[in-house]
């Protein structure tokens, strides 16, 4: 009778030599990880994206090259226009006057909210009493709800009981009208743009400044360099990637605000202080008669205006690299 074999696993004895499989040979079905369980991590994400981002945009896209009416909106069957939207757009007076004004308000609004954002970080890097508590309040207009600020704003640059009148009446100067008057209705949605986003560029520069080793500061103090020496030689060079990252990311916020200037202006008087996020708002919903393709046409120009900043900025960075 003969005894049933075990199984069982050798182990080399001393003078044999362990065999291992070859390196081309595939890795067992244990050790490979599981594609089902790849998909299903990335699943949720490609079908938010889907939802949220690509369908929106192929619907914009599509809105853009076809004329659509009320009724054609809600039952379908509009007929297929080609280009002839953006044609209508671009061809339009106010096209010429509202892309100036997007132009000036993104530029003005990145000017200030950068600056004065870097100027504060270097401030609350000092680490003084009551630097943390200062920070935080500072945080107050970012965490607001943009129509709280937008209205808080129209209050207070209100012509006849604004608290900013009031303030220039008793240093003798005549009351402004801020939002009523097409000189001064673009300043005032960028002063309420700027003031909601200092705080942004604040916490992402300071958090920047924070990555600097200390001990670069103390060679350049033994080298005898001066505060504005250090900026400009360490400080600044050391913070671009940090810069451009919160430059780009203020340039796609500020290209769509529409919010601030709709609840303080509606971009008047005049269309003096419409942008084309306002404007393609206004061409969608903002008549009895809403004209869907050159409003879609024109959040198109603004999306490819976008994409020409993020590729700049991808471009920049690739150079930085390669030096």
Do not use: C
Request: charged letters at 10%.
């Amino acid at each position: 009778m003969v005894p049933p074999t075990a199984t069982s696993t050798a182990v080399p004895g001393p003078g044999e030599a362990a065999t291992a499989a070859p390196p081309g040979s595939p890795p067992s079905r244990a050790r490979r990880p599981s594609r089902w369980l790849a998909w299903g991590f990335l699943a949720p994400v490609t079908l938010y994206l889907a939802t949220f981002y690509a369908y929106p945009l192929y619907r914009n896209v599509e809105l853009s090259l076809r004329e659509y009416t009320v009724r054609s909106f809600v039952q379908g069957g509009a007929p297929f226009a080609g280009l002839d939207n953006y044609r209508t757009v671009l061809t339009d007076q106010a096209f010429g006057s509202t892309l100036t004004h997007t132009l000036i308000f993104t530029a003005a609004s990145l000017a200030f909210q950068f600056g004065i954002g870097m100027a504060l970080a270097l401030f609350f890097h000092q680490h003084f009493p009551l630097s943390r508590t200062l920070r935080a309040l500072i945080l107050v207009p970012w965490l607001l709800p943009l129509i709280v600020s937008a209205s808080t704003w129209t209050w207070l640059l209100n012509s006849d009981s604004g608290l900013v009148n009031a303030a220039l009446g008793v240093l003798g100067v005549d009351p402004v009208n801020w939002l009523t008057s097409p000189g001064w209705s673009i300043t005032s949605v960028i002063i309420a743009n700027i003031w909601i986003g200092i705080p942004f560029n604040l916490v992402i520069l300071h958090s920047g400044l924070q990555s600097i080793p200390a001990e670069v500061y103390e060679a350049s103090a033994l080298d005898g360099a001066t505060g504005w020496q250090r900026f400009w030689s360490i400080t600044f060079p050391l913070l671009r990637p940090v810069s451009a990252i919160t430059l780009l990311l203020g340039l796609i916020y500020t290209l769509k605000v529409f919010d601030i200037i709709w609840i303080m202006t509606k971009g008047g008087p005049t269309n003096s202080s419409a942008t084309l996020a306002t404007w393609s708002y206004r061409l969608g919903f903002g008549n009895l008669l809403p004209e869907f393709g050159p409003g879609a046409a024109v959040g198109n120009l603004l999306i490819v205006l976008a994409l020409i900043a993020g590729l700049g900025y991808i471009r920049i960075e690739r150079r930085q690299q390669l030096r």
